[in-house]
């Protein structure tokens, strides 16, 4: 998977393009309606990195694809709480806001 790939090109230690590029495969899966696969790779994201607001978003909106609104609001949230003025997941959000 991309993340094991990832560690074992960079030995291990983490390295600022790895979160990204998991971020782009969970937005691929998801694309491709994939959408454990894309769950999977956001959570490895988080994992490397728990301060990824796009990570966050990704999730939310792979969980609104799987029209689970619960989780999606919820990983909004965590992504609002660490940055509360990030673009995409207010858009987003605005979405669950509207009636």
């Given at each position: 998977?991309?993340?094991?790939?990832?560690?074992?090109i960079t030995?291990?230690?983490?390295s600022d393009w790895v979160v990204?590029?998991?971020n782009g495969a969970g937005e691929?899966?998801?694309?491709h309606?994939?959408?454990?696969?894309?769950?999977?790779?956001?959570?490895?994201?988080l994992e490397m990195d728990p301060y990824s607001a796009d990570s966050y978003v990704g999730l939310a909106l792979t969980y609104s694809?799987?029209?689970?609104?619960s989780n999606?609001?919820?990983?909004l949230?965590?992504?609002?709480?660490?940055?509360?003025?990030?673009?995409r997941a207010r858009l987003v959000q605005s979405r669950y806001d509207s009636p």
């Open positions: 998977d991309a993340h094991g790939k990832a560690l074992q030995g291990g230690h983490t990204p590029a998991l691929a899966a998801r694309e309606g994939k959408h454990q696969a894309s769950i999977d790779y956001y959570q490895q994201a694809a799987q029209q689970d609104t999606a609001i919820s990983a949230q965590q992504a609002l709480a660490i940055d509360p003025q990030h673009p």
